[in-house]
């Protein structure tokens, strides 16, 4: 089966491109490798991820014509959509940068497999479109209208322009809505490599609302074989749902949503030192109020999603550290 992955030289993106070539699949992957964060994590993912099933384009999904022409090209399959300019509070300060990958670029992945006859499209959500959410755990059975920062709010618009391409053009469409993924090959704008780095060279690191937040960190294993398992699982159209009686993440046409997450919220102190332990260096700490955009709490109710394919996730907050930093340790060498 030949797929594409966008956002291939990202934490995930990288992480299931690897996977889906082990398992005999042809991978086209593309991504613009923008300078968000080091470029040379990047390519040092792609170098890691080197297979003769796998073609790489450096390519922004922004960019109209040319992923026209590459859908047209490559025929593919399926689809799982990575790429988007990601960060709650970057979005505070970038917010254009937004509009133009998550956006547009979804955009132009929706308008590829509409004319190109894709089986499915997988996509990233996120679990920040819960916002203003209190009750807990979050379900896909909830409204997720209140958004609190733009990043949040143009996953939400994902969600919705993938509905919209499911209703018109029968396009099979499924959105995950990602909790706090960690791990080895992690993004450097995450707290935990954020964290480390500061740790290992004696600076303090900052804690927002003075420590007192909940997430439920999610390890990149678990995220890749839920992803791997929900794409075999096709949407089908349901001339039974209504809107007055169904949930929110299903329709009469072919689109799903679900939560994809640990589904055990780890306190952020717990989590802290997790990784003073694994890197055996206690850290100094810089205790703040909570930041713009940020939510108290995640937490996932990921029942649909086992229900749909048996997902269970097995690495525990301990265990995924200490992966973490025996790769952090190789990669950066301590510093």
Known sequence: MKYLVTGAAGFIGSAVVERLTQMGHSVVGVDNLNDYYDVNLKLARLERIEHPLF????????????????FKEEQFD??????????????LDNPLAYADSNLVGHLNVLEGCRHNKVKHLVYASSSSVYGLNGKVPFSTDDSVDHPISL?????????????TYSHLYNVPTTGLRFFTVYGPWG???MALLKFTHKIVNGEPIDIYNNGDMQRDFTYIDDIVEGIIRIQDVVPESDPSWTVEEGSPATSSAPYRVYNIGNGKPVKLMDYIKALEESLGIEAKKNFMPMQPGDVYQTYADTIALFEATG?????????????????????????
């Open 187 to 189: 993004r450097p704008d």
């Open 311 to 335: 997902y269970q996730p097995k690495v525990d907050v301990k265990q995924g550290v200490d992966e973490f930093v025996k790769w952090f340790n190789q990669f950066y060498q301590g510093k």
């Open 151 to 163: 990043y949040a709010a143009t996953k939400k618009s994902n969600e919705l322009m993938a509905h």
């Open 78 to 91: 399926k689809v799982i959509h990575l790429a988007a300019q990601a960060g709650v509070r970057y979005s």
């Open 55 to 70: 073609v790489f384009e450096k390519m922004d999904i922004a960019d109209r014509e040319g992923m026209a022409e590459l």
